[in-house]
């Protein structure tokens, strides 16, 4: 449809409400007080209240819908869709259920249906708040959220600035905000997208994508960067030591917070944010890259590393600039390698090949110098590859002409810079996230309550962090196959090879099976993969004979889940 037209709204619960005015205000009394619990973290008594209401009256769409939408938060899918069918068969316009079931459909990845009903939830909305006040005063703007809720997940930004044009531009709540701000945003009024992230960030100061968006659209502007689309995700994880970034599904969000650490960020901030741009190939790299490698008020190292970039990524001309523009007496010790790698694959493209060779070998020389790293790894990996492509200096006299050796060799490969403090969760599936992210939202108390329901009989003996992950290690056995279905064949393979295994194994002695059977795939990222979906544990065990290690091991209720495969030895 061009845009959001609401539709004849006939209330039948209304109709109810006024031929029954007495019982409603007692179902109405009922409902506040539900919702004082729910927003309370009282799950246990806000759930009677809703009961309560419903026992009153079997079609109050507060309660159902407030039911459906704490069966959701536990992972109960099924018992949250029966809620929302009784309330549309009795009402099968009601704005709130239609965005909840759309919820419903898209989880199941079925676009369509979950497209009719939040179509529907927006017409709906529209109409409700259109229509004189009702028994709730509140549900006109409740339904909206929701409204906009289901569009948001569905990614559909036409219709959401359809919607928020049609309804008047209504006051939503900032997270609200700044979604619609996204979908102006993305639909190019970047003016628009501006003052409802503002709206956003100044009613709620500590709601940090909004601030992350505007920074973000500052640069742009500032640096004539290209605009690129944005996602709705709003994920930022704080940092978790020891963890790998994975770099997969990367959030726009975390790409206009690297954008923010390499113009205005630390050495540190800024190397993250180098690889993390490389990584996704944002658009106008090569200019962003050459804009920080030749800012001569950024640090040393960080230009080095763009020009690196430049050149690893077959920006020639741009690694030449950069080079040019950096002052040898300004390099530090520390940086003599990354200077003198810069230095040696500009010779290579000007086609001087021994020059480039023994510049290879001083940077080499300079390593020995330095602390074993991820980034010294890398460092001497691409000087190894440049001093074998280098030769001789009567190798390089016959070499040929300049174009021959203007490419540099795809082996140097992007850099493989140290992990991102601010990047440090896995963005695999939705499912995975899920399983933890609810449980994490609740209270100690909530939390013992639905561990025990779960059958998790000890709570008081846990940490709140163990006990998340138990509780959600529960509701992802109700929900196996839906988990299983969305990993990576690597991640199957491997659940069979160690379901049947008596005792743990060794987390190196798992990525050596996995390189061997699986070396098109990264052996962190499907341990990680794992991990998150809640079917394997990993901590220390009594593997070795010096020393405990960290191990994998496969819960117990999950035994036999995934036997049937040959299991390879290692």
Not at 230 to 239: G, I, K, S, Y
Not at 271 to 279: K, P, Y
Request: charged share 25%; proline share 5%.
């Amino acid at each position: 449809m061009d845009g959001v037209k609401s539709v004849a709204f006939n209330d039948p619960y209304e109709e109810f409400v006024r031929q029954n005015e007495e019982l409603a205000r007692r179902i109405q009394s009922v409902i506040d007080k539900g919702r004082s619990h729910l927003e309370n973290g009282m799950l246990s008594e806000a759930r009677k209240e809703f009961q309560r209401a419903l026992a009153l009256f079997p079609y109050v769409p507060a309660a159902l819908n407030n039911l459906a939408l704490m069966a959701f938060a536990e992972g109960e899918s099924e018992l949250a869709k029966a809620y929302l069918q009784q309330l549309l068969h009795f009402h099968e316009t009601e704005p709130t259920a239609n965005a909840l079931m759309a919820r419903y459909w898209a989880e199941r990845g079925s676009i369509p249906l979950a497209m009719a009903h939040a179509e529907m939830a927006a017409r709906s909305a529209l109409a409700l708040m259109k229509s004189p006040q009702g028994s709730d005063p509140s549900r006109a703007s409740r339904s909206l959220e929701f409204a906009f809720q289901s569009l948001t997940l569905l990614g559909e930004d036409r219709l959401l600035t359809h919607l928020y044009a049609a309804s008047g531009e209504p006051p939503l709540m900032p997270v609200t905000l700044l979604h619609v701000g996204i979908a102006f945003f993305n639909r190019g009024d970047f003016q628009a997208a501006k003052r409802l992230w503002e709206r956003a960030w100044q009613q709620q100061p500590d709601l940090e994508p909004a601030r992350v968006y505007l920074t973000m659209l500052d640069l742009l502007e500032r640096h004539k960067l290209l605009p690129f689309r944005l996602d709705h995700r709003l994920e930022m994880p704080q940092a978790e030591k020891g963890r790998r970034i994975w770099l997969v599904h990367v959030p726009t969000l975390f790409i206009a917070r690297a954008l923010e650490h390499l113009y205005e960020g630390d050495s540190q901030e800024a190397e993250e944010a180098i690889v993390l741009l490389s990584g996704v190939n944002v658009p106008s790299l090569d200019l962003i890259l050459l804009q920080v490698g030749t800012d001569t008020a950024r640090p040393t190292a960080v230009r080095l590393l763009a020009g690196i970039q430049l050149a690893a990524m077959g920006y020639s001309e741009q690694a030449v600039q950069t080079c040019e523009s950096i002052d040898g007496d300004s390099v530090r010790d520390d940086e003599q390698a990354r200077w003198c790698l810069l230095q040696g694959l500009v010779a290579e493209i000007r086609g001087r090949g021994s020059e480039a060779a023994n510049l290879a070998a001083a940077g080499l020389e300079a390593l020995k110098e330095e602390s074993e790293s991820v980034m010294t790894q890398s460092l001497r990996q691409m000087l190894t590859h440049l001093l074998s492509r280098g030769g001789s200096p009567e190798e390089t006299s016959r070499e040929g002409d300049h174009e021959e050796a203007e490419s540099v060799d795809s082996d140097t490969g992007p850099l493989q810079l140290p992990d991102s403090e601010w990047l440090r969760q896995s963005q695999l599936h939705s499912v995975s996230l899920n399983l933890e992210e609810s449980p994490m939202k609740r209270t100690r108390r909530t939390l013992e309550e639905l561990a025990f329901r779960l059958g998790e009989q000890t709570p008081e003996r846990q940490q709140t962090a163990i006990l998340v992950r138990r509780v959600a290690m529960r509701m992802r056995s109700v929900q196996i196959e839906k988990v299983v279905d969305s990993l990576s064949v690597a991640a199957k393979k491997t659940l069979e090879w160690l379901d049947g295994r008596e005792q743990p194994i060794a987390l190196s002695a798992l990525h050596a099976w996995l390189v061997k059977n699986h070396p098109e795939t990264d052996p962190w990222m499907t341990t990680e993969e794992m991990y998150r979906s809640c079917l394997v544990d990993i901590g220390m065990g009594d593997v070795s004979d010096e020393e405990p290690v960290l191990c994998v091991a496969m819960p117990k209720d999950l035994a036999g889940r995934f036997h049937g495969a040959p299991k390879p030895g290692i």
